[in-house]
């Protein structure tokens, strides 16, 4: 999965120049061309965005924007490539610039993830899913 | 050698992306696959010697394309000068000329062509397979056969013996247009799926799936949909990956025991790849009607996909499915699962007639499946001691050794069912 960050246009809902989206638009076609990317998204500015707060029983819903427009995610991608090697090489040819930072990261595979859960974990994961079975049957 | 460990690792990463665009224009200008790949190979060692010194160039796939073309023209020089020395032909620059114009034409129609020709039909569907692989997925030689189970030197044999075959075949360059622009791909998508199911069920081996394969030919699959986009069964095959693949993790237990369909935790199925695979058949649906084999396929597999539990399955509709498949392929093996899905929509009695029938098929004859279903619908009418018979056959039929667990442990389940 590749993040890219915001900045002070993704954040003030300024859309790129007419010649990046060019770019960004042939290089997104390379990666569909190539097999490579599964999904992407731009997302809205903070303005739009809401948080919810966990603390104790409590939920809090703050209103954006958010002032670290950086740390956050402007746009994604999800790409299946057979190396992290091979998703670098194709970042590489991404058309970014200005000192801006896109981080990778692989996914968990659920399988995986699912032999590091405890047997009871496990366990109770089974229980729920064979009673939202017998609800749905009955 | 950190460094070089890098460097390598990354030379590889450019090469499994540039490699198939490499060879399928070199194949336009040498119009020979062995040739293409030997030159190809050469500009990748060149790489491979240069890089950790120079760095990796900007525009890594321009760079192998030219020291390509120089070794090409390089060759092409020395015949066309050995030829003069014998005094058969006079004009170097003019061939030299046609070669380098002859290198940025449309990048498509080379992937495109080089599928068409990795897949003729004059080669054997192994032969089909490893050209595929090797040619288009960019896998070394060792990957192949570790895919295979096959020994290196094996898949080396079969891969020289395709690309002479072509050669001495003289396969056409050309891509073809129209109707017999569907009839090549459909041998092109035979592969693709042949490289699927074997990473989907392995026909051998002790795993039971090999995800990688699966993902090495939806990767093609998706690559051919935007080549021919206008061919529906490429839509429709791509569809049937992406939709079996999303089952995928929730196909094989925490020991790696295979999971079959209507036991499956479905909040596994990743639902990425399911949204992918009802799109594409959607396209495919939009672009024929009847459906094709593989638009039949995709949709009984959408039938499951949109079930969120096994109860909820459309049984009727894919029966009706696989009427239509089984009078369009009139295959034994899809007439067997017919069966399994009437089983679902009206009961193991009738389902044992349509099994009952397929007894005497040849091609049936040592297929671990036909005994395995017909033990399962023994099993469902009382009839144990058949049951428990037909999944030992079964069994003794596979060569997946998960599988064959699997079946004795049903085998077994039927003695304990036995009252006693």
Redesign the interface.
């Known amino acids: 999965m590749v993040f890219v960050p915001g900045n002070k246009d993704s954040e003030a809902g300024v859309m790129p120049p007419n010649d990046l989206v060019a770019k960004m638009t042939a290089f997104n076609a390379e990666l ?5 990317m ?2 992407g998204d731009g997302l809205t500015p903070t303005s739009q965005a809401k948080r919810v707060r966990f603390e104790g029983g409590k939920r809090t819903i703050i209103d954006g924007p958010f002032a670290e427009s950086k740390e956050l995610v402007a746009g994604y991608w ?1 790409w ?1 490539v ?2 992290m ?2 998703a ?3 970042l590489k040819r991404a058309p970014f610039d200005g000192g801006v930072e896109i981080t990778l990261r692989p996914v968990f ?3 995986e993830f ?2 590091h859960l405890s047997p009871e974990v ?1 366990a109770e994961g089974e229980r729920l ?1 064979a009673e ?2 017998r609800q ?2 009955s | 050698v950190i460094e070089a460990a890098a460097t390598r690792a990354a030379v590889d990463a450019v090469w499994r992306i540039e490699s198939a665009r490499l060879i399928g224009g070199l194949v336009r200008i040498v119009r020979d696959v062995g040739l293409a790949e030997d030159l190809a190979q050469g500009a990748l060692v060149t790489a491979i010697e240069r890089w950790p010194e120079t760095g990796i160039p900007d525009n890594p796939g321009a760079w192998l394309m030219t020291t390509a073309k120089n070794r090409a023209i390089d060759q092409l020089r020395r015949r066309k000068l050995d030829e003069r020395a014998r005094g058969e032909i006079e004009d170097v620059p003019a061939a030299v000329f046609d070669l380098e114009a002859a290198i940025d034409d449309d990048v498509g129609d080379d992937l495109l062509r080089l599928m068409l020709v990795a897949c003729h039909p004059v080669l054997s569907s192994e032969a089909r397979v490893a050209l595929t692989l090797r040619l288009l997925g960019g896998l070394t030689i060792d990957e192949i056969a570790r895919a295979f189970l096959t020994p290196s030197t094996t898949i080396q044999q079969r891969i020289v013996r395709a690309k002479r075959t072509l050669t001495e075949a003289r396969v056409p360059f050309d891509v073809p247009r129209g109707e017999e622009l569907a009839q090549r791909l459909s041998s092109v998508l035979e592969a693709i799926y042949l490289i699927f199911n074997e990473g989907y069920a392995a026909t051998q081996g002790d795993d039971w799936t090999r995800p990688e394969l699966c993902e090495e030919a939806l990767r093609l699959g998706r690559i051919l949909a935007q080549l021919a986009a206008e061919d529906p069964e490429v839509h429709a095959l791509v569809a049937l990956m992406e939709i079996q693949s999303s089952r995928l993790r929730a196909r094989v237990g925490l020991s790696g025991e295979p999971i079959l369909l209507l036991d499956q935790d479905r909040s596994l199925w990743d639902q990425l790849l399911v949204h992918r695979g009802l799109a594409a058949l959607a396209r495919a649906e939009s672009l024929k009607q009847p459906l094709g084999p593989y638009a039949l396929q995709a949709a009984i597999a959408g039938c499951h996909a949109r079930a969120r539990t096994a109860t909820e399955t459309d049984w009727q509709r894919i029966v009706a499915l696989y009427d239509a498949l089984v009078e369009m392929t009139q295959s034994p093996v899809v007439e067997l699962n017919r069966a399994v899905a009437v089983s679902m929509a009206f009961g193991p009695a009738a389902a044992l007639e349509l099994v009952d029938a397929l007894l005497g098929e040849p091609a049936l004859a040592s297929y671990h499946l036909l005994p395995s279903v017909r033990g399962d619908l023994l099993a469902k009418l009382g009839r144990l001691e058949e049951a428990r018979r037909e999944l030992e056959r079964a069994a003794k039929l596979t060569k997946n050794d998960r599988e064959r667990a699997l079946l004795l442990a049903r085998a077994r389940a039927c003695d304990a069912q036995k009252p006693s």
Do not use: F, T
């Open positions: 569909v061309k190539a097999g490579v599964l999904a999800i299946q057979k190396s090697d091979e670098v090489e194709w595979d659920p399988v699912g032999k496990r899913r939202l079975e749905k049957k």
